[in-house]
T-cell receptor, first 110, second 119 residues
Framework: LAKTTQPISMDSYEGQEVNITCSHN???????ITWYQQFPSQGPRFIIQ???TKVTNEVASLFIPADRKSSTLSLPRVSLSDTAVYYC???????????FGAGTRLFVKA | EPEVTQTPSHQVTQMGQEVILRCVPI?????FYWYRQILGQKVEFLVS????????KSEIFDDQFSVERPDGSNFTLKIRSTKLEDSAMYFC?????????????????FGPGTRLLVL
């Protein structure tokens, strides 16, 4: 199982773009990269998923270089409500074991 | 938008008692999961379930734990004899709805969790 490494915490201000990078040097060919957001006492909430290159949705963008050994979650113009823990996961398809790391605690200040 | 639901939201039990946590996954999903999160710690995988049997389980998922999909809609986690250290949030998740092109979507959608307190 690919192990992920993320910064433990990040601080930002409202309106700024936040980029959180995750390292996954041992990613396997059939692994997908998924980012989740978790607020206290709530379940993780899906943000974005990708396999390679760039993926964008209404919430975030995900940048994945060609070697797939890292990925960067980009949150445009964060607000106070984006204060949460962000998890990067790599896992194969089809109901396999999914390992959460410690995540990155993002604190958005006014 | 469809969502995973879990009941109860909170459960308090005495050590040694059996508890059953219930989940209703998103319909048409194929894979089901249980996770737990001890207060202040990371989310830990317990078990995955597909085609009415366990796909994978972690070392946490010992003989005291079992899972069942009794009726095609509910997915349950049973802890036979609870211990103090079983106190945690338990999250259910589901994934694997087949998209129009026939490929199973891998995004796991999580429920709101059940907070279990063992006294």
């Amino acid at each position: 199982l690919a192990k992920t490494t993320q910064p433990i915490s990040m601080d930002s201000y409202e309106g700024q773009e936040v980029n959180i990078t995750c390292s996954h040097n041992n990613i396997a060919t059939n692994d997908y990269i998924t980012w989740y957001q978790q607020f206290p006492s709530q379940g993780p909430r899906f943000i974005i998923q990708g396999y390679k290159t760039k993926v964008t949705n209404e919430v975030a963008s995900l940048f994945i270089p060609a070697d797939r050994k890292s990925s960067t979650l980009s949150l445009p113009r964060v607000s106070l409500s984006d204060t949460a823990v962000y998890y990067c996961l790599v896992a194969p398809t089809g109901g396999f074991k999914t390992i959460f790391g410690a995540g990155t605690r993002l604190f958005v200040k006014a | 938008e469809p969502e995973v639901t879990q009941t109860p939201s909170h459960q308090v039990t005495q050590m040694g008692q059996e508890v059953i946590l219930r989940c209703v996954p998103i319909s048409n999903h194929l894979y089901f999961y249980w996770y737990r999160q001890i207060l202040g710690q990371k989310v830990e995988f317990l078990v995955s379930f597909y085609n009415n049997e366990i796909s994978e389980k972690s070392e946490i998922f010992d003989d005291q734990f079992s899972v069942e999909r009794p009726d095609g809609s509910n997915f349950t986690l049973k802890i036979r004899s609870t211990k103090l250290e079983d106190s945690a949030m338990y999250f259910c998740a589901s994934s694997g709805r087949t998209n129009p092109s026939g490929r199973a979507e891998e995004t796991q959608y999580f429920g709101p969790g059940t907070r279990l307190l063992v006294l």
